[in-house]
């Protein structure tokens, strides 16, 4: 699949947007927000958000609040969206959400999204076999401070290796997902570290996989996208918070309950973002490389964080007490 890059935040209403639902939400003091503007990637790691626009658990779960829906290419891109105060909402890696946090973006992590998900590949004709092998090449990741580059970082300090920003000899190249495929047949990259269904494209065009989703992190359990509300937002709609994450649970569940419906649903989104429809099998392959959970794992959050300021992408870590809120989506789920 050659995918055409993604629009830098093109703002498009849900396919599924109504305003004429049975019952509205309204916040504690009776005023129903008017709309929810959602960000979200045409990524596989965004499934669970993907397959809530498409098959319409949000709009359900939030009544009369409208959902409008942006398309990104990166964090970066939504931290600036939620700076500029033009998102209430997104799906965004947990190193991009820490980095807005700390740049004092108030916002907070109310659920997980997915964990693992993502890939490391060297092109074809690269003489990389091996994480060692990377000393001296130039990878990619979607944007510096991503959860990939954080993970990239990770692998290497793993394997005695470091980035050049660090002092070591592995450049770090920031490349769209989509355009990864084009750097990689130009030579400009010798490997890239990114989430799916990216990584089964650069397979597919002969790229050769050299640490799979378990060897990342943690044997597969490391959260990969979050679910990010606007502080504001959240304290002035709580009704309209409590429906998104409705929505987002009922996705959730849709994934695992019904494999079909989530292939057709990420295909039909993918393609309403890039113009360019992947195929079945690349998705099933990519969504077996992901857990679209809900829960977080907090522990690798904490890694996530020590690295992130190791980085130099924050001066300290974030207290994740005040970060993250799963008190709304446990109740939800019956936890």
């Not at 397959?51 to 600036?80: D, P, R, Y």
């Not at 033009?86 to 700390?102: H, I, K, S």
């Not at 973006?105 to 076999?129: F, H, M, Q, T």
């Not at 954080?150 to 989509?178: K, M, Q, W």
């Given at each position: 699949?050659?995918?055409?890059?993604?629009?830098?935040a093109?703002?498009?209403p849900?396919?599924?947007?109504?305003?004429?639902?049975?019952?509205?939400?309204?916040?504690?003091?009776?005023?129903?927000?008017?709309?929810?503007?959602?960000?979200?990637?045409p990524n596989?790691?965004?499934?669970?958000?993907?397959v809530?626009?498409?098959?319409?658990?949000?709009?359900?779960?939030l009544?009369?609040?409208?959902?409008?829906?942006?398309?990104?290419?990166n964090g970066?891109?939504i931290?600036?969206?939620?700076a500029?105060?033009?998102?209430?909402?997104?799906?965004?890696?947990?190193?991009?959400a820490?980095?807005?946090?700390?740049?004092g973006?108030?916002?907070?992590?109310?659920?997980?999204?997915?964990?693992?998900?993502?890939?490391?590949?060297?092109?074809?004709?690269?003489?990389?076999?091996?994480?060692?092998?990377?000393?001296?090449?130039?990878v990619a990741?979607?944007?510096?401070?991503?959860?990939?580059?954080?993970?990239?970082?990770?692998?290497?300090?793993?394997?005695?290796?470091a980035?050049t920003?660090?002092?070591?000899?592995?450049?770090?190249?920031?490349?769209?997902?989509?355009?990864m495929?084009?750097?990689?047949?130009?030579?400009?990259?010798?490997?890239a570290?990114?989430?799916?269904?990216w990584?089964?494209?650069?397979?597919?065009?002969?790229?050769?996989?050299?640490?799979?989703?378990?060897?990342?992190?943690?044997?597969?359990?490391?959260?990969?996208?979050?679910?990010?509300v606007?502080?504001?937002?959240?304290?002035?709609?709580?009704?309209?918070?409590?429906?998104?994450?409705?929505?987002?649970?009922?996705?959730?569940?849709?994934?695992?309950?019904?494999?079909d419906?989530?292939?057709?649903?990420v295909?039909?989104?993918?393609?309403e973002?890039?113009?360019?429809?992947?195929?079945?099998?690349?998705?099933?392959?990519?969504?077996?490389?992901?857990d679209?959970?809900?829960?977080?794992?907090?522990?690798?959050?904490?890694?996530?964080?020590?690295?992130?300021?190791?980085?130099?992408?924050?001066?300290?870590?974030?207290?994740?007490?005040?970060?993250?809120?799963?008190?709304?989506?446990?109740?939800?789920?019956?936890?």
């Amino acid at each position: 699949m050659a995918c055409s890059p993604q629009p830098e935040a093109s703002t498009t209403p849900a396919s599924n947007d109504t305003t004429t639902a049975t019952s509205a939400e309204t916040d504690a003091s009776g005023t129903e927000a008017a709309e929810l503007r959602l960000g979200v990637f045409p990524n596989v790691t965004h499934t669970a958000g993907l397959v809530g626009i498409h098959e319409g658990t949000f709009q359900k779960s939030l009544g009369g609040t409208a959902l409008k829906v942006s398309h990104f290419a990166n964090g970066s891109q939504i931290n600036e969206a939620f700076a500029a105060g033009a998102l209430d909402a997104a799906y965004v890696g947990p190193g991009p959400a820490m980095n807005a946090f700390m740049q004092g973006v108030p916002l907070k992590i109310y659920a997980g999204a997915a964990k693992a998900g993502a890939v490391l590949v060297a092109r074809e004709g690269s003489d990389v076999e091996d994480v060692p092998g990377l000393s001296g090449a130039a990878v990619a990741v979607p944007t510096r401070g991503s959860t990939q580059d954080i993970s990239l970082r990770h692998l290497l300090h793993e394997n005695g290796l470091a980035a050049t920003d660090e002092g070591g000899d592995v450049t770090i190249v920031p490349i769209n997902p989509a355009d990864m495929p084009a750097a990689f047949s130009t030579g400009q990259v010798e490997a890239a570290l990114v989430q799916e269904p990216w990584g089964v494209v650069l397979e597919n065009q002969g790229g050769k996989l050299i640490v799979d989703e378990r060897g990342i992190w943690a044997d597969g359990d490391y959260t990969t996208t979050v679910l990010v509300v606007s502080t504001e937002y959240a304290e002035q709609h709580p009704e309209a918070l409590r429906g998104l994450l409705a929505g987002h649970l009922k996705a959730v569940n849709l994934v695992t309950e019904q494999p079909d419906v989530t292939v057709k649903a990420v295909a039909d989104q993918i393609e309403e973002m890039t113009d360019k429809r992947p195929a079945d099998d690349e998705l099933e392959a990519a969504l077996a490389r992901t857990d679209v959970s809900w829960d977080i794992n907090l522990d690798s959050m904490g890694e996530y964080a020590a690295l992130n300021e190791e980085a130099g992408f924050a001066r300290q870590s974030p207290d994740l007490n005040e970060l993250v809120d799963l008190s709304v989506i446990k109740e939800l789920a019956g936890e």
